[in-house]
């Protein structure tokens, strides 16, 4: 039993802001971003929202299935920016596409939540619980960004991925995820409950709206992801008896052009084998795996038979990898 993905789909605001743009902002350059990034440009949200984008990648991904919305046993949205505490995105992605018989919720593992996601409905399909889900994952970081700490506002970009996955006959392939919470501290984003309790806390307490950005120990991300990366991708291929050359594509998530690069280097394999778009859309979290696989499909990249190693890492900190084969 597997788990193919037989349909995808992504949304990407229509505003798209440069490099120069940023330039106005902070006190940085194209340059530097470029050369620090790999990141050219991002699309933040105008009048979308997390949930407009979310139903929006998920319509297209069932489209692409083409299957009815009513055969969709599971929607799980990936996100760390929903609209709204209640409902859930899934929810509301489950009303605009008429899954009526879809369980639905979201999950919250940030840049990590693809791989988080998609280990979930194998277990679901492993269990003979569900035959198909649609997965989603939609953020607008740009909600969530100071843009005036360079740090991180030349970094993050909003948009939504989205794949069906079915079960069906195929080798299973056993998904590895790990995290370490004690270097949460690296890589926040607070919410109002922290400040605001209101038994044994103070209600008192002054709002501090720079609180509720992303606040980020970039070097320390970095240094972990370009260790823990190839580790865990190691660690997959190994559990699941497959040779590295198998490998026909890495589809890691897209935080930094220089973090692949880094990657490609310590495995030893080709960069040409790392398909990116982070300079198209900056870092868009746990969107950018759904986002990179929409578009390495519609450039007729994948073929059936093929095998991709999928893996993220991020807040947390969580890190994880699974090998896809394409159908
Ligand atoms: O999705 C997963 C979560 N996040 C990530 O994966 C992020 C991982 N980390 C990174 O991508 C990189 O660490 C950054 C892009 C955030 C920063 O790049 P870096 O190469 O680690 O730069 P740095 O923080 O070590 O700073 C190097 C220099 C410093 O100047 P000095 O002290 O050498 O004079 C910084 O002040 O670059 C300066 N700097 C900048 N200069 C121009 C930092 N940010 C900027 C900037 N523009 N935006």
């Known amino acids: 039993m597997t788990g193919y993905i037989i349909g995808t789909g992504a949304y990407a605001p229509s505003l798209a802001i440069d490099n120069h ?46 299957i009815a919305p009513e055969e969709i046993d599971l929607i799980l949205v990936s996100t760390i920016s929903p609209n709204a505490i209640l409902p859930c995105v899934a929810c509301r992605v489950q009303e605009a596409l008429g899954a009526v018989n879809a369980a639905c919720y979201d999950l919250s593992a940030a840049c990590t939540g693809f791989i988080l996601a998609y280990s979930t409905v194998l277990a679901y399909m492993a269990g003979g619980m569900i035959k198909t889900a649609l997965i989603v994952a939609s953020d607008s970081l740009s909600n969530l960004t100071n843009w005036e700490d360079r740090g991180t506002c030349i970094l993050f970009g909003d948009g939504a991925g989205a794949a069906v996955v079915r079960a069906g006959d195929g080798p299973f392939y056993l998904p590895v995820t790990h995290a370490d919470g004690s270097l949460g501290d690296s890589l926040t984003c607070r919410s109002r409950q922290d400040h605001h309790q209101v038994f044994g806390g103070s209600l008192a307490e002054t709002y501090d709206d720079a609180s509720y950005y992303i606040e980020m120990d970039g070097k320390a991300i970095f240094q972990f992801a370009v260790r823990k990366v190839p580790e865990v991708i190691r660690e997959t291929l190994q559990k699941n008896n497959v040779r590295q050359e198998e490998i026909d594509w890495f589809v890691l998530h897209q935080a930094n052009g220089r973090i692949i690069e880094s990657v490609a280097k310590r495995l030893g394999e080709p960069l040409e084998k790392f398909p990116m778009n982070v300079q198209e859309y900056g870092n868009t979290s746990s969107s950018s795996i759904p986002l990179l696989l929409d578009e390495m499909k519609k450039k007729g990249m994948l073929q059936p038979g093929q095998k991709l190693m999928l893996a993220g890492f991020g807040a947390g900190l969580l890190w994880g990898a699974a090998i896809l084969e394409w159908k």
């Open 21 to 66: 743009e940023i330039e106005k902002l902070v006190e940085t350059s194209d340059e530097w971003i470029r050369e620090r990034t790999g990141v050219v440009r991002r699309h933040i949200v105008g009048t979308e929202t997390t949930v407009s984008m979310a139903i929006e990648a998920g319509r297209r991904a069932v489209e692409d299935a083409g």
